[in-house]
T-cell receptor
Framework: DQQVKQNSPSLSVQEGRISILNCDYT??????FLWYKKYPAEGPTFLIS?????DKNEDGRFTVFLNKSAKHLSLHIVPSQPGDSAVYFC???????????FGPGTRLSVLP | KAGVTQTPRYLIKTRGQQVTLSCSPI?????VSWYQQTPGQGLQFLFE???????NKGNFPGRFSGRQFSNSRSEMNVSTLELGDSALYLC????????????FGSGTRLTVV
């Protein structure tokens, strides 16, 4: 049973527009969430995190929103750039940062 | 600043053999985690070491084991290899403060034939 789901395997967005990547989870004990970006032949790169005591965290063009009641989080990228084209993984953990469970990933393509 | 280094990058082994993968974390990082990435299962957590002690373990059989040395370098061992063990094995290191996330290596691509 997948505890972390990313229901969109792929997403295409025009350069300059907003990219919204979604992630749903089933385990209400998750208290810490991360987003990673992965280019081919490289390991995932940490993007942004959010703990369950917050509902929003912003870092430059990246904003993560957490809706605990819906067990849903989303990553917004504004404005999207071609270099953002990658696979994005959502990850969640219990006890703040140990034993992360990853979603299957969403492939984002930003079109020039 | 050097990143997380995993060796070797590619490995081909035969069923039944055993394999050892190595991970050198970022200097100063004391936590090392291992993940298996496959097309069907995505990224799955194997285990995490902190200060030479395994403090978390995922749902993998006992054929998968690891250890961490006093310099924080870590090794992962898989015994009696099966075809299904073919995957990209990723190592990630952290200061152990989750606010900084984990830094991943480029991985070791293991192919079992």
């Amino acid at each position: 049973d997948q505890q972390v789901k990313q229901n969109s395997p792929s997403l295409s967005v025009q350069e300059g527009r907003i990219s919204i990547l979604n992630c749903d989870y089933t385990n209400s004990m998750f208290d810490y969430f991360l987003w990673y970006k992965k280019y081919p032949a490289e390991g995932p790169t940490f993007l942004i995190s959010i703990s369950s005591i917050k509902d929003k965290n912003e870092d430059g063009r990246f904003t993560v929103f957490l809706n605990k009641s819906a067990k849903h989080l989303s990553l917004h990228i504004v404005p999207s750039q071609p270099g953002d084209s990658a696979v994005y993984f959502c990850a969640a953990s219990v006890n703040y940062g140990q034993n992360f469970v990853f979603g299957p990933g969403t492939r984002l393509s930003v079109l020039p | 600043k050097a990143g997380v280094t995993q060796t070797p990058r590619y490995l081909i082994k035969t069923r039944g053999q055993q394999v050892t993968l190595s991970c050198s974390p970022i200097s100063g990082h004391r936590s090392v985690s291992w993940y298996q990435q496959t097309p069907g299962q995505g990224l799955q957590f194997l285990f995490e070491y902190f200060s030479e002690t395994q403090r978390n373990k995922g749902n993998f059989p006992g054929r998968f084991s690891g250890r961490q040395f006093s310099n924080s370098r870590s090794e992962m061992n898989v015994s009696t290899l099966e075809l299904g063990d073919s995957a990209l094995y990723l190592c990630a290191s952290s200061l152990a403060d989750p606010n900084y996330g984990y830094t991943f290596g480029s991985g070791t691509r293991l192919t079992v034939v």
